[in-house]
């Protein structure tokens, strides 16, 4: 089945820890996307990805970092700099820059 | 920088009503706007993509168009059924291209 996973579904930290989120896709995608979900908000954009070996940031890119070494993975550091890192996270891809979005299942981050 | 609104935030209507969902943006200039659904703690599922050259998408029971010079698209759905209670997410691609914008949804219930 092509498609987005997200690993693991729930993740738990202690503060000060740094937490790398997993994103693959098999949809032969060229761009990939981080966004982060607050209740209340609309989703964000934190980083995103056009072609390997390039990435760009987003809106909230403070206290996140990404590689993007494999077309099929964009992984994503929540580093200790991010004040504020608990959230539900969510990986989308399409085949062109900005064209139609697949999103993945989500993780949601809790730090403490 | 484009805005985007959907109104209401929450509805509840009965079982086999046909309703309307609403997404107001506020540049016209977009590339295009994508409709998804979001059930609760679960990724984003998309439902229909509309070109800007295009004035409306159906699918099944849901049928989404959209008026550029408005502002405006809205997402109809027939026979409303149980199932179909999640939150809808409308997300806006402005002209240039640059960065997908979203709505901040509207949680819709359906009764039986």
């Known amino acids: 089945d092509g498609g987005i996973t997200q690993s693991p579904k729930y993740l738990f930290r202690k503060e000060g820890q740094n937490v790398t989120l997993s994103c693959e896709q098999n949809l032969n995608h060229d761009a990939m996307y981080w966004y982060r979900q607050d209740p209340g908000q609309g989703l964000r954009l934190i980083y995103y990805s056009q072609i390997v070996n390039d990435f760009q940031k987003g809106d909230i890119a403070e206290g996140y970092s990404v590689s993007r070494e494999k077309k099929e993975s964009f992984p994503l550091t929540v580093t200790s700099a991010q004040k504020n890192p608990t959230a539900f996270y969510l990986c989308?891809?399409?085949?062109?820059?900005?064209?139609?979005?697949?999103f993945g299942p989500g993780t949601r981050l809790t730090v403490t | 920088k484009q805005e985007v609104t959907q109104i209401p935030a929450a509805l509840s209507v009965p079982e086999g009503e046909n309703l309307v969902l609403n997404c107001s943006f506020t540049d016209s200039a977009i590339y295009n706007l994508q409709w998804f659904r979001q059930d609760p703690g679960k990724g984003l599922t998309s439902l229909l993509l509309i070109q800007s050259s295009q004035r409306e998408q159906t699918s099944g029971r849901l049928n989404a168009s959209l008026d550029k010079s408005s502002g405006r698209s809205t997402l109809y759905i027939a026979a409303s059924q149980p199932g179909d209670s999640a939150t809808y997410l409308c997300a806006v691609i402005p002209g240039t291209a640059s960065k997908l914008t979203f709505g901040t949804g509207t949680r819709l219930q359906v009764t039986l």
């Open positions: 989308a891809s399409s085949m062109v820059h900005w064209g139609e979005q697949y």
